[in-house]
């Protein structure tokens, strides 16, 4: 085989590999992908990559309020 050739098999081999890992992506359960999220996230806990972000907190506690306000609006009606 020459250079050109093993580059096409070679290519074309992963392309076969990523077709084959989109598949399973797409047909994963919600548990499994749940799972595999908390597993990212736990070896960045671990391994101190998380760092606190203020401003976004400071959007969670906006839209906390903003619900708040909903609820209590639809609560009087």
Excluded: C, H, P
């Amino acid at each position: 085989m020459t250079l050109s050739e093993d580059l096409r098999a070679y290519q074309e081999r992963w392309a076969i590999v990523e077709t084959i890992q989109n598949e399973e992506r797409r047909s994963a359960s919600l548990e499994l992908r749940w799972k595999q999220l908390n597993a990212a996230y736990g070896m960045a806990k671990g391994l101190g990559l998380l760092q606190s972000d203020e401003s976004e907190i400071l959007v969670f506690e906006r839209w906390a309020r903003l619900k708040e306000k909903v609820t209590n609006q639809r609560l009087k009606a």
